[in-house]
């Protein structure tokens, strides 16, 4: 793939101006709260057509590791295989057992349910689940008519115009400090951008932490970059760009043998809090790095 870089005359400007850029996405990401990231996954896409394990690989790959999640017998039992415990799983028979609403958790105390063909035909007419149900968004979703299974991110929502206008204008100004991080970074000495890529990072669509990351690896390696994706099949967010494609580290193109990119995933694994990926990988010639949602609300705002 062809790739162009826009460079400054003299290095260092392009390096104090990528490091502003860094200072703005930490502002910006210090109020979005705390990493919520555990660990550098091997797999990001499941093979099964299954709606059930669909579900499962994508709830596995993008929801905090501290969810409070509703949801079925059956897909209790699938993410407690996952071997992610500590998420607050809880049976929606339960939840609709919760009778008195000044209970602690009742539906407004989780942070999102998964409906179910199993779910949807078991609910109480009166219960706190079709609550929580109502008052949610889908956020990811498999399947089609009555075997389709959702995730759906239970939310307060917003009661008067000042809120939504407060929602606006947080959603617009991480919008303005992506877009602003990805016109820096066009100005990298070390950062080599594709016609694609150089698109996206303007765009104001780039996840802050992807922008970050790139960053702090120009520092210590020279990076061609391929394109910014959203990583998830099953999410409905297409211009959440969550997921960076690497093609070339320090004039090596990447493989999985490459010692440049064992030094850029070894780097990655170092990293903690927001800053964590929560999925690195190569997949043929490109090294992929992905990071989660940071948690309820995210998908709308960043």
Known sequence: ???????????????VAAALALVVLLV?????????????????A????????????????????????????GVMAALTRSGTPAWDLLDYRQLDALRAPAVATDWKAYDFVVSTPQLRTGLS?????????AGS??????????????????????STEVANAEMASQRAARMAASADAGRQLLTSTTIRLSPDAAQQAVSGYVDGRLLAMLVGLGWQHTL??????DPDAGGLFANRLRQVSILVVDGTLVSAESAQVTAVMNWLAAQS??????????????LLIRFRITGPGDARVL
């Open 125 to 133: 007419a009166t219960g706190q689940t079709r609550r929580a149900l």
């Open 137 to 158: 968004v889908v956020v990811a979703s498999y399947g089609a008519g009555a075997g389709r299974v959702e995730v759906r991110e239970i939310e307060a929502a917003p």
């Open 273 to 286: 809090g927001e800053f964590r990926p929560s999925a690195v990988a190569v997949r043929g010639s490109q």
């Open 1 to 15: 793939m062809a790739t162009i870089g826009v460079r400054t005359t003299h290095p260092r400007v392009g390096r």
């Open 28 to 44: 910006v990401l210090a109020a979005a709260g705390p990493g919520l990231y555990t660990g550098v996954r091997a797999a990001f």
């Open 224 to 229: 061609t970059v391929g394109g910014f994706t």
């Open 46 to 73: 499941p093979a099964s057509a299954d709606p059930v394990a669909l579900t499962e690989s994508w709830v596995s790959a993008n929801l905090p590791v501290d969810a409070r999640i509703v949801a079925d017998a």
